[in-house]
């Protein structure tokens, strides 16, 4: 496994909580700490990217009598886009 350096900052809660893992012995030092963080997020990302496509498959493989209904295509982003255009009026 290759190894990239890089020059980091961190807030200091992020800092405090890489700094607590070492000192209780979960890692041997701060490096190995955000590394093996940033695995455990990656995997969770990848297992949650997992369950959607699985839900997402179940749900097409689905009988179109099964579907439920959305209302009209024209209205499907109404919602979305009110919201967007109130946000764009606070700015």
């Known amino acids: 496994m290759s190894v990239q350096k890089q020059s980091v900052s961190f ?8 700094k607590e893992l070492v000192e209780a012995g979960e890692y041997p030092n701060m490096s190995a700490a955000v590394s093996g963080e940033l695995a455990k997020a990656k995997a969770e990302r990848d297992r949650e ?3 959607f496509e699985a839900e997402l498959e179940r749900r097409l ?3 179109l009598d099964q579907w439920e209904p959305v209302g009209e295509a024209s209205n499907v982003t109404e919602g979305a886009r009110a919201h967007l255009a109130a946000m ?3 700015s």
């Open 11 to 18: 807030t200091e809660t992020a800092y405090t909580f890489a």
């Open 49 to 51: 990217q997992s369950l």
């Open 61 to 63: 493989s689905l009988p």
């Open 88 to 90: 764009a009026h606070k």
